[in-house]
Each structure stands twice: as structure tokens, then as C-alpha cells.
């Protein structure tokens, strides 16, 4: 709280250093705050006040931007993996015979849509796959639709595109990098 007549703080109290620290591991406030030193009765009420404030808001926002630069992490490179996971073409896992592909031998695109392989092997032979399982597609779809469903023209109005999941999955890695494209010269976002 700050006094009448008093300037606002612009530096953060050791507590607060230490909420924000711990908040970071898993976004969660009530165990954060706690952690801070605060007390564990007024948890939910505390992080609410506490999550308010600028300087904390601030200072979240910095270190949250110092992760994600630091992993390299930007919308492009988690659209490209959401549609590396939508468009994924399940029969990239088998050789021409249709024996499955050690995890080694699976291109990169194809890799990002695999959740798990599972191999098994017998002593003095090499490991096999025996089982593959992708990561869910309509998931990917679906959050690949929410990206496009909201987007803000230049005037501030508010643009709507529908597209469809099975337009969606028919589109070639070349449509769905012309459609950005489109859409970004159209909301102004290149």
C-alpha cells in the first residue's frame, strides 16, 4: 500500500523477490507465496494483492521474457511444432515394407508428432520398434484454430476466421506457410 504522499516503490522487497522466484517453477501462487514467507492463512487473498501489483507484474514479464528468449521460444516455433503434430502423416514411421522405423531412422518433422516409441529387444540382436504412439492431432488442430479464430485488424476491429480441421489436415506444409503469410499481410503482422 502506498502512503499519501509517498513515492512508489521501484524496487522489489526480498519477499516479493522470493514469490516471484518461486512462482515461476509452476505458477502456483498459494504455494509460492507461502515459500515467500507470507503467511499461509492469506494465501489466496495475498497472491491475488500480490499478482496485482505493477512492479511485480513487471517483473514477471521480464523474467518470464528472459526464459523464453533464452529457450529460443517464440509463437513461430510453437505454431511450427503445433502443425508439425497436426499435420504429421502417421505412415512416415514404416520403411517401404512396412516394418516400423527405429527412432533413429525418423525424420525430424515426424519425430516432433511421435509422443512415444516403444522397442524391444532380444539378447544379441538390435532393439526393434514395436510401437508407436502420436501425439493427439485433433488437439493440435484445435489449438492451431484458436490461434487463427481472433485476430485484430489495423482499425482495432476485431477479424474472425473459421477454418475447418479437415481443411486444416488437408493442407500441405506449402498452403499452410501461403495462408500465414496471407493472413499476416491481412492483420498487418509481417
Do not use: C, W
Amino acid at each position: 500500500m502506498i502512503r499519501k504522499g509517498s513515492r512508489p516503490r521501484t524496487t522489489l522487497l526480498p519477499r516479493e523477490e522470493r514469490f516471484i522466484t518461486d512462482y515461476l517453477i509452476d505458477f502456483n501462487g498459494p504455494r509460492a507465496y507461502i515459500a515467500a514467507g507470507y503467511s499461509k492463512r492469506s494465501a489466496s487473498n495475498g497472491v491475488y494483492t500480490l499478482l496485482k501489483r505493477p512492479l511485480i507484474q513487471q517483473a514477471l514479464a521480464a523474467r518470464k521474457a528472459k526464459v523464453l528468449t533464452g529457450l529460443a521460444i517464440t509463437h513461430e516455433r510453437v505454431l511450427e511444432e503445433l502443425a508439425r503434430v497436426a499435420f504429421s502423416d502417421p505412415r512416415q514411421v514404416f520403411d517401404e515394407a512396412g516394418v516400423l522405423l527405429p527412432p533413429r531412422n525418423v525424420d525430424d518433422a515426424t519425430a516432433s508428432s511421435v509422443a512415444s516409441f516403444e522397442t524391444t529387444s532380444k539378447p544379441g540382436s538390435p532393439a526393434v520398434t514395436s510401437k508407436v504412439r502420436h501425439h493427439d492431432k485433433v488437439a493440435a488442430l484445435r489449438s492451431l484454430m484458436e490461434y487463427f479464430k481472433p485476430l485484430t485488424g489495423a482499425n482495432g476491429a476485431t477479424k474472425v476466421v473459421n477454418i475447418d480441421p479437415a481443411t486444416l489436415a488437408k493442407m500441405t506444409d506449402a498452403d499452410l506457410a501461403q495462408a500465414v503469410a496471407h493472413l499476416k499481410t491481412l492483420f498487418n503482422l509481417a
